[in-house]
């Protein structure tokens, strides 16, 4: 069974600092995929940024950063110098190698809602 | 810009109406779509997965007969709430994935703008 937990139902974070959002996970498949995505209270979901569980490297993205430790199945996002737009719950989300057979369908973790304070 | 689309934005209505939501898929080819659920501060919650041409699967606990699901073509799924009641009250939201289950490994899912369903 797959399985994501964010452990962090709401952060707050100082503007122009940095926050980090916790995501742990799950799995028995050899290949996955993980996920953060952003939901400003308009309620759109956007994709931050990816990592590959076979990359070799941490991604990033902009401001963005994702500090994956493959031995502790942890996949936390980094967002540097927070601005008040940053303001909106994150979800942490995976993809197995199994889940192509259903079309790539995702499960998500329980949200981080961040607030970033003036 | 936005890849898929979903409408309408909001629908506000009276009890035992059954209303349809949209999500196409623009500028490609959706085979599967996928229907959510989201509560107020909660996380979103897999309804079922919408196939192209066959019918969809749904996840356990959720009335197939209740939320029914159409994807006649390749860019367009609907999710039809019959008899709506208050309690189906809820925020849906779709998502698409370019090239389904063989796109890229690090395509993410698109997703919608979302539908705020108020059942009075």
């Known amino acids: 069974a797959q399985k994501i937990t964010q452990t962090q139902p709401g952060m707050f974070v100082q503007e122009k600092e940095a926050v980090t959002l916790d995501c742990t996970y799950d799995t028995s498949d050899p290949s996955y995929g993980l996920f953060w995505y952003k939901q400003p209270s308009s309620g759109e979901m956007i994709f931050l940024i990816y990592q590959g569980s076979y990359d070799q490297q941490n991604a990033t993205e902009g401001r963005y950063s994702l500090n994956f430790q493959k031995a502790r199945k942890s996949a936390n996002l980094v967002i540097s110098a927070s601005q008040l737009g940053d303001s909106a719950m994150y979800f942490c989300a995976m993809r197995g190698q199994y889940n192509y057979n259903q079309g790539g369908k995702l499960i998500f973790g329980q949200g981080t809602e961040l607030s970033v304070k003036p | 810009g936005a890849v898929v689309s979903q409408h309408p934005s909001r629908v506000i209505c009276k009890s035992g109406t059954s209303v349809k939501i949209e999500c196409r898929s623009l500028d490609f080819q959706a085979t599967t779509m996928f229907w959510y659920r989201q509560f107020p501060k909660q996380s979103l919650m897999l309804m079922a997965t919408s196939n192209e041409g066959s019918k969809a699967t749904y996840e356990q606990g959720v009335e197939k007969d209740k939320f029914l699901i159409n994807h006649a073509s390749l860019t367009l799924s609907t999710l039809t709430v019959t008899s709506a009641h208050p309690e189906d009250s809820s925020f849906y939201i779709c998502?698409?994935?370019?090239?389904?289950?063989?796109?890229?490994?690090?395509?993410?899912?698109?997703f919608g703008d979302g539908t705020r369903l108020s059942i009075l």
């Open positions: 998502s698409a994935r370019i090239g389904g289950a063989f796109g890229l490994r690090n395509q993410p899912q698109h």
